[in-house]
């Protein structure tokens, strides 16, 4: 596609269980972010990849979440025992290069509700 | 905690009206964006200013950075309902790597 594919839309999970989100970025995007939202809120940044490292994963609230990016293309956030804080947008977003050098373009993010 | 304070947090407007949304903060930001995002999806980059006192312009939309680069000011002329959405400023600082800290966010409303 030739936007940022996110799946699923939505996720509806139970506490303490185990979730990943997927983000499909657009083709030739080294940089990929992710970000999460709460209602009516700004997005809080959680990880950067450059290529297949994680360059910053300074915004990742605890050790529950880990993300990946083994091919410098497709990246999954994985979240261990979610709880219900963890409710919120996660948003993806992928740029040529580093912002704000090149504009990020944003996915149109995954729901994910812990109840 | 939010480096980016945006002011208000909620306007609702008639269509013509114009409005002003402020983005504030103590920290000195290399560059600052403006987004606006619809229900369910991505926020979309409206501009980027970089330089001091920059001033952009984007149709009915004017984008002020301030002087000493810490806060930034988006102003619409003639509010149509197609401007609704929520409006954030994102700062990316010098040393802080390539994240963007975003704003709390303004949720702007034009009604006809």
């Known amino acids: 596609g030739a936007g940022v594919s996110q799946t699923p839309s939505n996720k509806v999970t139970e506490k303490g269980k185990y979730v990943e989100l997927r983000c499909d970025p657009i083709?030739?995007?080294?940089?990929l972010y992710w970000y999460r939202q709460s209602l009516g809120q700004g997005p809080e940044f959680l990880i950067y990849?450059?290529?297949?490292?994680?360059?910053?994963d300074s915004g990742l609230p605890n050790d529950r979440f880990f993300a990946v990016r083994p091919e410098g293309s497709v990246s999954t956030l994985k979240i261990q025992r979610t709880e219900r804080g963890d409710s919120a947008v996660y948003l993806c977003?992928?740029?040529?290069?580093?912002?704000?050098?090149?504009?990020?373009?944003f996915g149109q993010g995954t729901r994910l509700t812990v109840v | 905690t939010q480096l980016l304070e945006q002011s208000p947090q909620f306007l609702s407007i008639q269509e013509g009206e114009n409005l002003t949304v402020y983005c504030n903060s103590s920290?000195?930001?290399?560059?600052l964006q403006w987004y606006r995002q619809e229900p369910g999806e991505g926020p979309v980059l409206l501009v980027t200013?970089?330089?001091?006192?920059e001033v952009k312009k984007l149709k009915r939309l004017t984008f002020q950075f301030g002087d000493a680069r810490k806060d930034s000011s988006l102003h619409i002329t003639a509010a149509q309902p197609g401007d609704t959405g929520l409006y954030l400023c994102?700062?990316?600082?010098?040393?802080?790597?390539?994240?963007?800290?975003f704003g709390t966010g303004t949720q702007l409303k034009v009604e006809l």
């Open positions: 977003a992928s740029s040529k290069d580093r912002v704000p050098n090149t504009e990020a373009f």
């Open positions: 083709s030739g995007h080294t940089a």
């Open positions: 200013v970089v330089t001091g006192g």
């Open positions: 990849f450059q290529g297949t490292g994680a360059a910053d």
């Open positions: 994102a700062g990316a600082k010098t040393g802080g790597g390539n994240k963007l800290t």
């Open positions: 920290s000195v930001f290399s560059s």
